[in-house]
């Protein structure tokens, strides 16, 4: 069974730091690209990250850029993303994805985690 | 910047046909794909490069696009269909980013 499951969530003051982290199981985790997306309280999905399957070329939105890492452990089938000098704005449910395609970027996202939750507040 | 625009809202009853529209420059020449989201749950993808539906999704969700408008349409809506729909493309003005509509919220009357 494909899964995901995220982790590494919780609270953090304004200009702290917090690394998420995305187990997957039940594929072969070195082929695939993977994302992360986050959702605020009540909002729309907005795109954070990607990473490819060789763990180079990696994106990243402009609200995020030069404070979030997305990296990969290909040996352990982990995803991470690294986060620092967090904002108030970055507080929303995180969730890691999957690419449907193997060594693709850009398609559709065919497994997604449960999400967990990052609140950055005083 | 490419932008996504959706409908805030769309209503239907029980039984009709919903149509969710997603806005976009040249949209019909990009690989549209859709998302349902259900309170308190991650979402799931309903449809895939415009029209292709994943496996353990019902026949009555599909997907089109021409122009400057792709199109989810789910027929013989039920009440369980009720949830937030998203499309999204990979950006074509950068190449480097995915762009997510705003989201509509389908209610079932």
């Known amino acids: 069974q494909v899964r995901l499951v995220e982790s590494g969530g919780g609270v953090v003051q304004p200009g702290g730091s917090l690394r998420l982290s995305c187990a997957a199981s039940?594929?072969?985790?070195?082929?695939?690209?993977f994302h992360w997306v986050r959702q605020a309280p009540g909002k729309g999905l907005e795109w954070v990250t990607f990473?490819?399957?060789?763990?180079?070329?990696?994106t990243y939105a402009e609200s995020v850029k030069g404070r979030f890492t997305i990296s990969r452990d290909n040996s352990k089938n982990t995803l991470y993303l690294q986060m620092v000098s967090l904002r108030a704005e970055d507080t929303a449910i995180y969730y890691c994805?999957?690419?449907?395609?193997?060594?693709?970027?850009?398609?559709?996202?065919?497994?997604w985690g449960q999400g967990t939750m990052v609140t950055v507040s005083s | 910047s490419y932008v996504l625009t959706q409908p805030p809202s769309v209503s239907v009853a029980p039984g009709q046909t919903a149509k969710i529209t997603c806005g976009g420059n040249?949209?019909?020449?990009?690989?549209v794909h859709w998302y349902q989201q259900k309170p308190g749950q991650a979402p799931v993808l309903v449809v895939s490069?415009?029209?292709d539906r994943p496996s353990g999704i019902p026949e009555r969700f599909s997907g089109s696009g021409s122009g400057n408008t792709a199109t989810l349409t789910i027929t013989r809506v039920e009440a369980g269909d009720e949830a937030d729909y998203y499309c999204?493309?990979?950006?074509?003005?950068?190449?480097?980013?995915?762009?997510f509509g705003g989201g509509t919220m389908l209610s079932v009357l």
């Open positions: 490069d415009d029209s």
């Open positions: 039940g594929f072969t985790f070195r082929h695939y690209g």
């Open positions: 040249n949209i019909g020449n990009e690989r």
């Open positions: 990473i490819r399957y060789d763990g180079n070329n990696n």
């Open positions: 994805a999957k690419e449907l395609i193997r060594l693709s970027r850009g398609g559709p996202l065919d497994t």
């Open positions: 999204h493309v990979w950006d074509p003005t950068t190449d480097h980013r995915v762009i």
